[in-house]
Every structure is written in structure tokens, then in C-alpha cells.
């Protein structure tokens, strides 16, 4: 595709806009690289994203950071056993003044919403959420409401406690773009994390001043307008295609794989793996996907849409492993 340079140049701007994004992020968010470029690809891809990690590794404050740097509402919620479908919704509320009943708007009408510790929370929140997350609309009652265009929604996941959790509905993991795992930082970024909480808290109660968003929700859809129009060869489409595939069809590479698997990826994971090669090539500033972008994003897009059978969990095999080991047996094109 042929491009005027009006067009290159505003492509050029946007790239440029999301590395500075990347680098102030990067300067709040220390020791977690690989959270922040999986909350732009998120951002990119207009994806919903999983993220597991212990507490403490900055899952909250990464995803507060985006959203104060892009013109959108943040809105955090907790989520705990006793949570009901209408804390995330919003409800009827009778106002006696006119005697009529007025819909209250809940969290999940904001742009991004943090869902943390979703796994502790029903079925029925579960079941709300989903809504939410695949149609982009909540129903309560008879009425359906449509969420803001920009919506993306965070959720956090304990790997350590798993006490009164519940197990996600594999339909709702389906809808997740990504499911990110971190761990802790290095030394060096622990210490400059000790620094720069020490001159944080140095400045409590000084008033801080606000400084306007890096990105405008315009520059936003622009952009994924751009990332989703980087151009991917035929033969990475197949190769692409090929990888999903063989989620499902594990035999044809042998026993191991097939013993391993129990259930392969649905046809969201290869839009989403399409979706995210593309946005990942965008932010490295080339408008063509590469190998590399298919390899670097595959374990975020499959790990939870790979489900292992007994005998992979019984003999400590995880998902990561299996799909580095379908990354190794299926032929680059």
C-alpha cells in the first residue's frame, strides 16, 4: 500500500508519541518492561488483558500510569466473594424527588477498568464482566447500554493464594487478548524501585501538579487504525495459521505434543495472534510484521487458551513449555 507523505507523516508522529509513552511509563514502572509493551500492544490491539504476578510487582500502578497518560478514566475494583453483578454495572435508583427510577452508572463505564483479583469473584460478576468485555455493553433489566469506544479492561490474578477463588469460565479466558505473567525485578531495578519510592515519599502532602495527558483518545484510534494496517506477508499468515492449528491438531508433531494437549486454540487466539504481531511490528516503528513479532507475542496470546490435559499437569508440564515446544515444530514459511 502507497502512502502520501501526510500520511507517513502522522504515522511517523504516533510511533514517535507511543515511544515517548513507552519511556515515561518506563520511568514510573521500573523492572517491568515487559508489562508496559503488553499494555501498549493491549492498547493497540483493542484487546482485554490477564496479567498473574505476585503482589507488590506494580500490576495496579502500571495500568493507572497508562490511563493518567492517555486522556482516558481509570476506575479500580476489587473483587471479592461477596461481589454483586450490579457493583461493576450500576443499577435503578428511585429518586423520590421525581418518582421515577434513574440507571446510577457503575465502574465499567469508564475507559479502562482494573479487575483485581478477578477470580475471586462469582459467577454471576463473572457473567456481567463478559458481557462487558465481548460486546461492549452491559444489560440490567430490560435495558442495554453501550460502554465508551475507548475500553479496555485490566485484570489481575493471585498465583500465590488460591483460597475462595474461583476458576475463570474458559469462554471468559477466550476473551482476554493476553495473558501476561510477571515476576520480580533484578537487583538494579529493585534498587532504583527503593530510590524512587524514598523520593515519592519524600514529597507526600506537597501538591502535585497535573500534567495534561501525553495522547489524546483520537491519537489512540488513529494509531490502531495504523498498527492494524502493517502489512503481513501471505506465508507469515499461513505460518501464523499453521501455529494455531497445531494447538489443535498436536498429533501431527508428534506424541509428546498430543499427550500434552487437550483442548487447542479457538479462532480468537489467531485474530488475537494477528492482531498483536501487527501492533508489536507498529511500536518498533516498521510498517511489516517479521517473524520475530509472531515468536514474541505467542506466549502471551496462547498460554491461556492452550488447556493441558491431566497427564501435562501431572507431570509439571506448563503451558509455556508446550508452546515453546510448538514454536520449535512448526516450520517457519
Not at 501498549?40 to 504476578?53: Q, S, T, Y
Not at 466473594?81 to 446510577?104: H, Y
Not at 475463570?168 to 531495578?189: C, K, N
Not at 506537597?206 to 487504525?225: G, I, N, Y
Amino acid at each position: 500500500m502507497i502512502m502520501d507523505t501526510a500520511e507517513t507523516s502522522s504515522i511517523n508522529r504516533l510511533q514517535q508519541s507511543f515511544s515517548l509513552l513507552r519511556q515515561d511509563l518506563q520511568r514510573d514502572i521500573i523492572g517491568q518492561p515487559h508489562l508496559i509493551d503488553c499494555l501498549l500492544v493491549a492498547l493497540l490491539a483493542d484487546g482485554h488483558l490477564l496479567v498473574e504476578g505476585a503482589p507488590g510487582l506494580a500490576k495496579t500502578t502500571a495500568v493507572k500510569a497508562l490511563a493518567a497518560r492517555i486522556e482516558a478514566d481509570f476506575h479500580r475494583v476489587q473483587f471479592t466473594p461477596d461481589l454483586l453483578p450490579a457493583d461493576l454495572t450500576g443499577t435503578d435508583v428511585f429518586r423520590p424527588q421525581s418518582g421515577a427510577f434513574e440507571f446510577e452508572r457503575g465502574p465499567l463505564f469508564h475507559n479502562i477498568v482494573l479487575a483485581d483479583e478477578i477470580n475471586r469473584a462469582p459467577a454471576k460478576v463473572q457473567s456481567a464482566l463478559l458481557e462487558a468485555m465481548a460486546e461492549q455493553q452491559i444489560t440490567v433489566g430490560r435495558s442495554t447500554w453501550h460502554l465508551p469506544e475507548l475500553f479496555m479492561v485490566m485484570a489481575t490474578q493471585n498465583p500465590i493464594e488460591q483460597e475462595g477463588t474461583f476458576a475463570l469460565p474458559e469462554a471468559q479466558l477466550d476473551r482476554f487478548l493476553m495473558h501476561v505473567t510477571i515476576g520480580y525485578p533484578d537487583a538494579a531495578s529493585e534498587l532504583a524501585i527503593l530510590r524512587l519510592a524514598r523520593e515519592q515519599a519524600s514529597r507526600r502532602g506537597q501538591t502535585k501538579a497535573v500534567s495534561p495527558a501525553l495522547m489524546s483518545q483520537a491519537d489512540v484510534f488513529a494509531a490502531r487504525e495504523a498498527a492494524m494496517a502493517v502489512h503481513m506477508a501471505p506465508a507469515l499468515e499461513e505460518y501464523l495459521t499453521q501455529l494455531v492449528l497445531a494447538t489443535r491438531d498436536a498429533g501431527r508433531y508428534g506424541p509428546e505434543l498430543k499427550r500434552w494437549i487437550a483442548w487447542g486454540g479457538s479462532p480468537r487466539a489467531t485474530i488475537a495472534l494477528d492482531r498483536c504481531s501487527r501492533a508489536r511490528a507498529w511500536l518498533a516503528g516498521r510498517d511489516y510484521v517479521l517473524p520475530e513479532d509472531v515468536h514474541g507475542i505467542a506466549r502471551e496470546v496462547l498460554r491461556h487458551r492452550v488447556l493441558l490435559s491431566y497427564e501435562a499437569e501431572a507431570e509439571g508440564v506448563r503451558p509455556d513449555r508446550v508452546i515453546d515446544r510448538l514454536l520449535d515444530l512448526v516450520p517457519l514459511p
